[in-house]
């Protein structure tokens, strides 16, 4: 047994001399000396279980703060793939509204079209029924046998003229 406990008593010396070192190594620090000299250093140094608590509660407290700060990040990257996916939706709902607008736009205007050429058609023809039934009238008058509704041509009326004449 005795042997165990030497093993054991060289371990704890190691590491007592590699701790040793660690202090060493912190204490001589420039920051660190610094700080100690500063009168929250030397209150914290004189009262050593106020600087056990805040170190206890520093080191506790990481935990809470960096899964908020995940839940931070995760937040502001779950917006900004929500924002870019509704962007999405709502340009793709956009456009399909502007092509449905734009479809009924399409009929309306071929209807309108229609329809104003349907009139066009009409007036085109009732003013030139007026006009050939006043041409007739006048031509009765004068003796021309030209009936209502008959289209003619440039020809016909040299024709028709030269024949009155």
């Known amino acids: 047994m005795t042997t165990k406990e030497s093993v054991y008593q060289e371990k704890m010396q190691e590491l007592q001399k590699q701790l040793s070192a660690v ?4 204490n001589s620090n420039s ?3 610094a700080f100690m000299s500063s009168p929250v250093g030397q ?10 608590s805040l170190l206890v509660f520093v080191v506790m407290s990481a935990i809470p703060v960096g899964l908020f700060l995940i839940l931070l990040v995760g937040t502001g990257v779950a917006a900004c793939i929500m924002v870019i996916l509704m962007e999405g939706v709502v340009m793709s709902l956009g456009g399909v509204a502007l092509f449905c607008v734009l479809c009924v736009l399409a009929v309306l205007s071929f209807a309108i079209s229609g329809v104003l050429s349907v009139c066009y058609a009409a007036i085109s023809s009732l003013t030139n029924y007026a006009y050939l039934s006043r041409t007739c009238a006048k031509n009765r008058e004068h003796g021309s046998s030209l009936q209502p509704g008959l289209i003619f041509s440039s020809e016909d009326t040299s024709v028709n003229s030269s024949k009155s004449d």
């Open 23 to 26: 202090m060493q190594a912190i």
């Open 31 to 33: 920051k660190v000396v």
């Open 43 to 52: 209150y914290l140094e004189e009262h050593p279980f106020v600087s056990l």
